[in-house]
């Protein structure tokens, strides 16, 4: 069953989250001027992935902008701590744009509306960026640093670091919003920030893999408990060494 849902009830579902603002929304008419106001009706066009992806098109874009532009901030961040010839709190940044049929896909699974203005004001990681750092404090230092920047909005705060999940996953997710010029018109688009430790890293990557290579052997074996004495054993060894890096840095 489809039904309408907006932007703050999709948020009440996620109890574990900090909702810090929430009212912004996209508009995206303007960015769809060839493209028929009715490819607003996602269920009319459900099985036309090609005209769906067109219309996301630009739309992609946008979010591609956006995605750009926190990364630029944070290798501003990476470059003003070599310039200190300070240790750097990032070790690398990933990221991906999801896809229009992967959004699509989202949009269907959380039984929301299969429009274009669900897909942007319901689904906050179509743009993501990853930033890997050496050690867990570094995660905390860079969320300090972007909320500094005054010119962007913090939607949602996840911290998985503090309270990890059940099969160990750690990371800590914001979703913020970024400043993009496009088509003429000053957008907040959304950006999921994964802020974790390379410990972390390793461990949700691997596990990654398991979970697809199980999922291809349509194996019912639960792995959750074994998964996270790994992560256990994972996070030990990154803790002692940060131990060891805070005795380099700060002679304690
Ligand atoms: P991909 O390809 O990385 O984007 P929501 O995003 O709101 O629908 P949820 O579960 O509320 O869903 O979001 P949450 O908890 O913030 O996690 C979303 C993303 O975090 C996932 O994106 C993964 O990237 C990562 N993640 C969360 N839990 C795990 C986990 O147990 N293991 C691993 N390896 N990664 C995890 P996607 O959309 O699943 O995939």
């Known amino acids: 069953m489809r039904r309408k849902q907006t932007e703050k009830e999709v948020i009440k579902i996620k109890e574990e989250s900090i909702i810090i603002e929430r009212e912004e929304t996209l508009e995206i008419n303007t960015l769809m001027p060839a493209v028929n106001s009715n490819f607003d009706d996602m269920e009319r066009i459900v099985d036309l992935k090609s005209e769906f992806s067109q219309a996301m098109d630009p739309i992609l874009r946008m ?49 929301m509306e299969l429009t274009l203005t669900a897909a942007c004001n319901c689904i906050f990681d179509i743009a993501g960026v990853r930033i890997v750092c050496p050690y867990v404090k570094d995660i905390y230092l860079l969320r300090e640093r972007i909320m500094a920047q005054d010119d962007i909005m913090i939607m949602e705060e996840k911290d998985y670091v503090a309270h990890p999940k059940r099969n160990g996953y750690r990371s800590l997710h914001i979703v913020i ?44 074996i639960d792995f959750t408990a074994k998964l996270y004495e790994c992560s256990k054993l994972i996070y030990q060894a990154e803790d002692e060494m940060e131990k060891i890096n805070d005795l380099l840095e700060d002679g304690l």
């Open 63 to 111: 979010y591609n902008a956006a995605m750009n532009e926190a990364i630029a901030r944070f290798e501003i961040i990476k470059d003003e701590f070599q310039f200190r010839k300070q240790r750097c709190p990032i070790h690398h940044i990933d990221s991906r744009l999801k896809s229009a049929d992967s959004i699509l896909g989202k949009l269907q699974k959380k039984q």
């Open 177 to 220: 919003r970024v400043p993009v010029y496009f088509m003429n018109k000053k957008q907040m688009v959304p950006v999921e920030l994964q802020i974790r430790s390379l410990a972390m890293d390793l461990w949700a990557s691997l596990e990654h893999d398991l979970k697809y290579k199980s999922s291809q052997n349509e194996s019912n």
